[in-house]
């Protein structure tokens, strides 16, 4: 399945960290409510990529893109969250949000590529 777009790829990653975290922060931690909102929403990025990349047109395509967009914000909260209440470390916090970032920063340039060649047609 890897190998869709760089996008997906980076998603599809962070969904495998974040499935990993989830698991040690359950075990070992015993925190299980903000991991769990962490894994609902770091992995539905991907999710939502995946959607897009199958979608029925431009629209479809970009709607699905913002929810991703949106899901990318969320995950940014649970690790910031995380990490303010001692679950994480500085550095694992770090370490995600700058993956996130990087995603972020690729669908809001597909986003506005995408709507731009939209409005030109």
Known sequence: MIGKSIV??????FAIRVVKLY?????NKKEYIMSK???????S??????????????????AKLHIALKEANESKYWINLL?????????EEES?????????????SIIKTTKN???KS
Do not use: H, P
């Not at 698991?23 to 075990?27: G, M, P, S």
């Not at 990025?45 to 970009?62: M, P, R, T, V």
């Not at 209440?85 to 500085?90: G, V």
């Not at 995600?96 to 809001?108: F, G, Q, R, S, T």
């Open 83 to 91: 990490q303010a209440t001692e679950y994480l470390e500085a550095k």
């Open 23 to 27: 698991e040690y922060l359950k075990i």
């Open 8 to 13: 997906y790829d980076k998603s599809f990653n």
């Open 37 to 43: 909102q962490l894994m609902r929403s770091g992995t």
């Open 117 to 119: 060649s939209l409005n």
């Open 96 to 108: 995600l949000i700058k993956d996130l970032e990087e995603i972020i920063k690729l669908l809001i």
């Open 45 to 62: 990025i991907g999710a939502n990529i995946s959607e897009a990349l199958e979608g029925q047109s431009k629209k479809d395509f970009i």
